[in-house]
């Protein structure tokens, strides 16, 4: 499903109402199977809807069919869906016995009008809206996907009731397209290829942190050299700080206020220390070293950041969402009048590299100032402005979204689409005059005029977390990864193993060659090595026998199945050299 037709049917208000609807539905078909079933709260939400349950006995996969059949037969009814206003006592009345019911009336202010639905033989405590009648509402355009443990209002100290999910569209098509997508999104699940191709683990005793196996270490090399040869033709300087910083330096710079709960505290001689959770401050410590001149500025600071969030365990996921992480961190020091132009600059670079990577498709977001910020009005008119500048110098169409600025400054926010039309927010760059400012950590250089101003800070990323990056590259190419990315480029395969002294000293030579390659020197069978080589995703395969150690040749296979015999091996590494500078991305 396209990112268009997501959208489409986000900002469709008919099919809102039906997932409403069909959660009512929902509750009156569990209720028709477990007559003594407390029934709590039933919204839509993306993609379909839920309902949370106290039932006598936990549900599984086994009775879905029976209650979707239960919830078909109620749309078969064509029951319009009816709405009266009652009093508190009234609904009272009308739910007894139903506890979760009472609580939500209980606590709706006095003398509030309590809206209560029927439709069919149920009625329920809602504020809808609701399709007219069950008429206007395909009985296949659901499905229920799962069921899930959840506190009532969220809070561990109360009830744990069954969460009922469902998917639902406007039609049994539009169902079975998405369907297809998330079969398509579990394919290429970066979990699962990542141990298909022996790329990383994640340890359950140690959650949020990545293992990295030679594999995945290969790729992530790969790509933070090419990182850093960019920006040092960009005019970066690479910096390396600190991993742990003090309590004091984390005060100054408002983290401790404002990110305390996300970050990891230790104490050594009574003082409290914490893994750093970002780089800036480290960045700015840097710049304070010595005198600083206008002719420093823009001063383009970098770093490969290794930074640590106490996230939320149940928040984490392979490699998308960790607790240590490295970002391609860095922070531009400049003047206000050198804003529109770095920021120009910066978006450049990160339309050139997103390309590298194969995203062509970039959505940009212009956030504006929130409600609750620092400065005044008049620094953030200059920082807007600055920023809007910056866009049209870069060509940069964006959508505007007011008040999701930081506290500190506007920024713009760059969305990846990948081949599955979902959306990945990775790059961002952010006008910070706070920062730097006396009032913080107190950055400071000499004017043209002779005077003390303070620079302002672009903090800015292209690709963010290196790991959250490359889950995303994973599922983007379902691991079948372009010839300069891939962790093994080249396999090569003897025919038997008499020809396994020639395998190895034409790895050898592709190696010298600059390029990631295994002999296979097995004693399997050719087929059987070729099908290893394709279930390792390689892009090229050299099946060496003894015609091929006689000419001194190679036969060439890619991953796609063609074939070329009798290719002389400088020829190959040519050819393979050339992909691989072009960034080739088939």
């Not at 690479?238 to 104490?267: C, D, I």
């Not at 950041?305 to 961190?329: P, Y």
Request: glycine share 6%; proline share 4%; hydrophobic share 40%.
């Amino acid at each position: 499903m396209t990112i268009a037709a997501q959208e489409a049917l986000a900002k469709d208000e008919g099919l809102f109402k039906k997932r409403h609807s069909l959660a009512h539905v929902l509750a009156e078909a569990v209720r028709q199977i477990f007559p003594d079933a407390q029934v709590a709260i039933g919204p839509p939400i993306d993609n379909g809807f839920y309902y949370d349950f106290e039932l006598p006995r936990s549900l599984n996969e086994e009775d879905f069919p029976l209650i979707e059949e239960k919830m078909r037969s109620i749309i078969a009814s064509k029951a319009r869906f009816e709405k009266r206003t009652v009093s508190r006592d009234e609904a009272l009345k009308v739910f007894a016995g139903q506890k979760y019911k009472i609580d939500l009336i209980q606590k709706l202010p006095e003398g509030e009008d309590i809206s209560i639905y029927k439709s069919h033989e149920f009625e329920d405590l809602c504020r809808g809206p609701h399709v007219e009648s069950m008429a206007e509402i395909d009985p296949k355009c659901f499905k229920i996907s799962r069921v899930a443990g959840a506190y009532w209002r969220g809070d561990e100290k109360n009830a744990m009731l069954q969460r009922v999910y469902a998917y639902a569209f406007n039609s049994e098509t539009e169902l079975a397209d998405f369907l297809a997508f998330l079969a398509e999104a579990e394919k290429r699940d970066h979990r699962k290829i990542g141990r298909e191709m022996d790329l990383f683990h994640v340890d359950p005793e140690d959650p949020g942190q990545v293992f990295w196996h030679p594999n995945g270490w290969a790729i992530y090399l790969t790509i933070q050299n090419y990182v850093r040869e960019k920006i040092r033709a960009a005019g970066y300087v690479e910096v390396h700080t600190p991993s742990v910083m003090p309590q004091s330096l984390w005060e100054r710079s408002g983290h401790w206020a404002k990110y305390r709960e996300n970050m990891f505290v230790t104490e050594s001689e009574k003082r409290l220390f914490a893994l750093k959770p970002m780089n800036c401050p480290g960045h700015i410590e840097i710049f304070k070293q010595g005198i600083k001149s206008y002719r420093d500025l823009p001063l383009r600071m970098a770093e490969f950041g290794s930074c640590t969030r106490n996230e939320a365990s149940g928040a984490l996921l392979g490699i998308l969402r960790v607790r240590g992480f490295v970002q391609d961190d860095a922070h531009i020091f400049c003047t206000e009048e050198q804003i529109p132009s770095e920021v120009a600059s910066f978006c450049s670079l990160l339309k050139d590299m997103y390309k590298d990577f194969g995203f062509e498709d970039v959505l940009v977001k212009f956030s504006t100032r929130p409600e609750l910020r620092v400065g005044d009005d008049a620094t953030w008119d200059r920082a807007e402005a600055a920023l809007a500048d910056a866009c049209k110098k870069a060509s940069l169409e964006y959508e505007v979204a007011p008040g999701e600025g930081a506290f500190y400054g506007p920024k713009l926010e760059f969305t990846l689409v990948d081949a599955l039309g979902r959306q990945w927010q990775c790059g961002t760059i952010q006008v910070d005059y706070q920062l730097p400012s006396k009032e913080r950590l107190d950055a400071e250089y000499t004017a043209e005029d002779g005077t003390k101003k303070h620079p302002v800070m672009l903090h800015r990323a292209i690709l963010g977390s290196l790991e959250r990056f490359i889950g995303i590259l994973i599922e983007q190419y379902s691991g079948i990864f372009p010839v300069w990315l891939a962790p093994e480029q080249v396999a090569v395969i003897s025919v038997s193993e008499k020809f396994n002294a020639y395998a190895f000293k034409i790895a050898a030579q592709v190696k010298a060659a600059g390029y990631r390659v295994e002999a296979d020197l097995s004693d399997q069978k050719m087929g059987a090595k070729i099908r290893a080589a394709q279930m390792r995703r390689v892009p090229y395969m050299l099946i060496v026998g003894g015609q091929e150690e006689e000419a001194g040749t190679v036969s060439l296979r890619t991953r796609s199945g063609e074939q070329k015999n009798g290719m002389n091996l400088p020829e190959f590494i040519q050819f393979v050299g050339q992909k691989v500078e072009e960034k080739a991305l088939v």
